[in-house]
Nanobody, 114 residues
């Protein structure tokens, strides 16, 4: 079973930055399609960003231009660079593998204060 562990969350002021990491068991090169999701209290879990095995990326409109998803091959991890953070970005952030599918982890909390 593919296991992913998120880290890097914390408390930051609006306009600040955070970098999230998702550590993978096994080789990240075997994962065909990975993504970051987030879920705020009272809201559905939403897709934030996707990266394909070919390096192609796509982003939710709400984060486009502010967030960047990438693979860190040296660390065998999936990263999410978050800049110009807004209070509405406050949520628990999760990483996910599509093929093979990964179970949901505990995520990492991101809190943005005004």
């Amino acid at each position: 079973q593919v296991q992913l562990v998120e880290s890097g969350g914390g408390l930051v002021q609006a306009g600040g930055s955070l970098r999230l990491s998702c550590a993978a068991s096994g080789s990240i090169f075997t994962l065909n399609g990975m993504a970051w999701y987030r879920q705020a209290p009272g809201k559905q879990r939403e897709l934030v960003a996707i990266i394909g095995s070919d390096g192609s990326t796509n982003y939710a409109d709400s984060v486009k231009g502010r967030f960047t998803i990438s693979r860190d091959n040296a660390k065998n991890s999936l990263d999410l660079q978050m800049n110009s953070l807004k209070p509405e970005d406050t949520a628990v952030y999760y990483c996910k593998s599509f093929r093979p599918p990964s179970p949901w982890g505990q995520g990492t909390q991101v809190t943005v204060s005004s």
